[in-house]
Each structure stands twice: as C-alpha cells, then as structure tokens.
C-alpha cells in the first residue's frame, strides 16, 4: 500500500535512524552493491523521502537523510511492519519472539562473527 519494498524500506529505516548513514555505509550494511543503494537512494530522493548531503567526514561522500516526508513515510512503513510481524507471530509468546529474532540474527550475521 505505501509502495516500499523491503530494500527500499530498509535504507529508508537507516536514514531515519539518526546515524546519518553515507551511501557506502549503507551498501556495507545491507550487503548490496553501491550501485544498487544509488538506485534505492534515487527512487527514495524522486518519492522526496530523503535528500543527500555531503558527508563532513568525507567530502567525497554523501549522508542519506530523510525528509519531514520520509520520516511520516518510514512511520507508517515501520506500523505495516510491526502488525505483520504481529499476525505471523501471534502463536509464539514475547519470551519466545525475542528466542527466535536472536536466533535469526545469529543465522544474518554468522559470517561477521
């Protein structure tokens, strides 16, 4: 309904992280090639979601901010997410969310370890 995709949501959940990610930053940690954040970061700057600045740690660089726009955007986005994450863990009880999300993560990121 909000026309993200899960990429697209997730560079846009960086950018309104606070971390003011650069572009390389992004594309080291969702595993993606720079071309492909250049384009996530371009249908994003086209929907006024974010806006590139230049990065004060590295002139050559750009820090992927979100736009008042983005910031709503990402808020209704990280609802869906939440609710979906609700219907298809109903069953489980917290205690055991937390188990499987630790556990998933383990599984993500068992090659940085």
Same mark, same amino acid.
């Given at each position: 309904? &909000?026309? /993200?995709?899960?990429? @697209?949501?997730s =560079?846009?959940? $960086?950018a309104? *992280?606070? &971390?003011?990610?650069?572009?390389? !930053? $992004? #594309?080291e940690? &969702?595993?993606?090639d720079p071309?492909?954040i250049?384009a996530?970061?371009?249908?994003? !700057?086209? %929907?006024?979601a974010?806006? %590139?600045? #230049?990065?004060? %740690?590295?002139?050559?660089?750009?820090?992927?901010?979100?736009?008042?726009?983005?910031? %709503?955007l990402?808020?209704?986005?990280?609802? =869906?997410?939440q609710?979906?994450? !609700?219907? @298809? /863990?109903?069953?489980? *009880?917290?205690a !055991?969310?937390?188990?499987?999300?630790d556990? $998933?993560?383990?599984? +993500?990121?068992?090659?940085? +370890?």
């Amino acid at each position: 309904a &909000l026309d /993200l995709k899960v990429r @697209s949501y997730s =560079v846009l959940s $960086l950018a309104c *992280s606070g &971390l003011n990610p650069s572009q390389r !930053e $992004l #594309a080291e940690f &969702l595993f993606l090639d720079p071309s492909q954040i250049v384009a996530l970061v371009d249908q994003l !700057e086209k %929907r006024g979601a974010v806006k %590139r600045k #230049a990065d004060p %740690r590295d002139r050559r660089s750009n820090i992927i901010t979100p736009t008042a726009a983005g910031k %709503r955007l990402y808020a209704q986005a990280a609802a =869906v997410v939440q609710g979906a994450g !609700e219907a @298809s /863990l109903g069953a489980l *009880s917290p205690a !055991e969310r937390n188990q499987l999300r630790d556990l $998933l993560r383990r599984v +993500a990121f068992a090659d940085q +370890a």
